[in-house]
């Protein structure tokens, strides 16, 4: 396994540039076996779990293709194969093939995608909206299925804004035999973003990032190109490191009104923040000042940068606390943290940081991806070396972090494990 070696602290210092959304490719890609021809999908970044989406995607019969910053995906017919269950396991997201599989060929399988680090993430709203569609849904032998002749429009009352759920009833929806309201919508961006790709093709959605979406069925849908919006959690993640650091940093490829809680958040901690038109540019004159959030779903505080939050708030001039509403067992991180020297209590959702002079450099543990992303922000910001071990969680959602970090002035190197041990090895032998 692969570790990023960080020796800290620097002030973060430079441009760089976000890539394409992972939470908004991997939904994409999957809605890709609903058209009938070629799509051509631009800014998708390279990353494992777009890797991941790819396989799965193509085990479904799904042709796809390189291209300069991107993918063409052909589809012709689409199978009703059961996804390797690795690959569901490896990412819980492979779940999104089901509605455009529903759709398609009447029938979805998948293994059940189980819990996982931060939390039991069940799927039952998808279940119980792919039912209200008239399917008949069935739990087997570690598989779920869900079947339906064609699928019906139905009034849909989600109990949660789940991301997930949302992009798999719109994507089941496209096809169906007239209309279907999903209420209590999720409202991110990649909801809006997905809904750009569906209409692309051909399909009647209306009502994207509002808590009503309407989508019409449709007897078919055909190709389309498609570019996938910036990654707002890439962004935020150097734009929290930058502040973590007393950096002063330029991120480009950026939809500022898609960051703005976690602009006024930066603000609130001291940063000056300039807002561009494509682009967010933060300089931190000092000590981060304390603040207090809890994560919810778009438009509030993202959950996928709480950690990368905490990690900065440790050093922060006072004590703050920060409440996870989104997922349960979010605070991996946490204890990881109190080894670089963190104060942090912990109370069920909710975690109250001591602010302190210096974090000290230690070996830590990525737990899942965002939780590797926080380890990494106080890495930079810690005095000496730390090791962010299991660095694959990293890969999942960030392009070159190593290199883009060094772009910014950080002393950071990716070490795959085998050197690590060589190196290990030629120490005790030189001694
Ligand atoms: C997506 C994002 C993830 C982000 C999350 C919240 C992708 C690929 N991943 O995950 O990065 O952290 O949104 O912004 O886009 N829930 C249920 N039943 C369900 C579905 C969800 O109880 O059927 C619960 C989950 O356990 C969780 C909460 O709802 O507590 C939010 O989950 P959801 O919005 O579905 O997140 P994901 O789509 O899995």
Known sequence: M?????????PLSGQVVAGGAKNAA??????????RGTCHLSSVPRLEDVATMCQVIEGLGARLAGMERGIKVTVDDVN??????????KMRASVLVMGPLLARTGRARIPLPGGCAIGARPIDLHLKGFHAMGAQVSLADGEVEARAARLHGASIYLDYPSVGATENLMMAAVLAEGETVIEDAAKEPEIVDLATFLLSLGADVHGAGTPVIRIRGVGELHGADHTVIPDRIEA???LLAACGTQGDVSVHNVVPEHMKAVVAKLREMGAEVQVGERSVHLVMPGRVRPTDLKTFPYPGFPTDLQAPMMAVLTLAAGSS????????????????????????????????????????????RATDLRAGAGLVVAGL?????????????????YDDLAGKLRKLGAHVVRVEDDDYFAERWERIHLR
């Open 381 to 397: 910001m810690a005095h000496g070396v730390t090791d962010v071990c299991d660095a694959h969680h990293l890969d999942r959602g």
């Open 80 to 89: 009703d194969r059961v996804p390797p269950e690795e690959l569901v396991r």
């Open 236 to 238: 935020g993640t150097y």
């Open 321 to 364: 606390v920060v409440t996870e509403t989104v997922f349960e067992n979010r605070f991996m991180h946490a204890s990881e943290l109190m080894r670089l020297g963190a104060r942090i209590r912990m109370d069920g959702r909710v975690a109250i940081i001591e602010g302190t002079d210096h974090l000290w450099g230690a070996s830590v």
């Open 26 to 35: 991997l939904p994409i890609l999957a809605a890709s076996l609903l058209a």
């Open 2 to 10: 692969a570790f990023i070696r960080i020796n800290g602290p620097t």
